[in-house]
């Protein structure tokens, strides 16, 4: 079975098939590499009540490992869940297997997203998808480090998700760049460690970090260069 998004031409594409690979376009050369998630972490059910199982046990370990961290347990999110501890285990042989299907399921969410803003005037949808990419990072985080316990940093699916991810985002970031609404000396990688940098800000006061992220987005508008002897808008 193949399944494809497409956006701006087909900068973005999912394929699923024996594996789940994210491919981009030939526009950037470090989006060419096809890169390949092993099976384990495509393999969906076709029957309906599997598949409805398996997006259940999604759901809960997603919840499970936002609130709880490394301290939710298997049995915890199949009672989450609604289903026994038996058909969480056909579906998830391993709890390490169970995280990086939650993960993956995740960036694809992220990906997938970036081409429902296809038709949103080209800076609303930049930047609704970096408050999406946002949500994002707060699951990211707590399945991420635990990840770490079975794999290392440069593991490939943590590579092939990175790399999803700015293959959804850089045709974004060119359509609002083409449109002269986002300044053209930065890149989707820097805006994207901007973010993530933002998101880990300790504090306890409500919205603060989004307030935060709003001035900082505020500044990637393109400027339009003011004459000499000329105010610009801002400076009025």
């Not at 391993?94 to 299907?101: D, G, K, M, P, Y």
């Not at 006061?205 to 900082?216: N, T």
């Amino acid at each position: 079975m193949e399944a494809s998004s497409r956006k701006d031409g087909g900068n973005l594409r999912l394929v699923y098939g024996a594996s789940l690979r994210f491919a981009s376009s030939s526009e950037s050369k470090r989006m060419n590499d096809l890169e390949t998630i092993p099976q384990v972490l495509a393999r969906r059910p076709q029957r309906a009540d599997a598949r409805r199982n398996y997006e259940k046990l999604i759901n809960a370990a997603r919840e499970a490992f936002t609130e709880e961290g490394s301290a939710a347990s298997l049995e915890d999110i199949a009672r989450r869940a609604g289903v026994g501890i038996g058909t969480l285990y056909r579906h998830f042989p391993t709890r390490q297997a169970l995280l990086e299907a939650v993960y993956v399921e995740e960036v694809e969410a992220l990906s997938l997203s970036a081409a429902d803003l296809a038709c949103e005037p080209p800076w609303e949808a930049l930047i609704a998808w970096l408050h999406r990419f946002v949500d994002y990072l707060g699951t990211k985080q707590a399945l991420a480090e635990e990840l770490f316990a079975y794999l290392d940093r440069d593991a490939d699916v943590f590579h092939a998700c990175r790399s999803a991810m700015y293959a959804a985002g850089e045709p974004l970031l060119a359509r609002a760049q083409a449109a002269g609404q986002a300044r053209r000396d930065t890149n989707i990688s820097e805006i994207i460690q901007l973010v993530g940098g933002i998101t880990k800000i300790q504090t306890t006061e409500p919205g603060q970090v989004e307030r935060i992220l709003d001035l900082a987005l505020d500044g990637l508008r393109h400027q339009p260069q003011v004459s000499p002897g000329k105010k610009s808008p801002r400076g009025r």
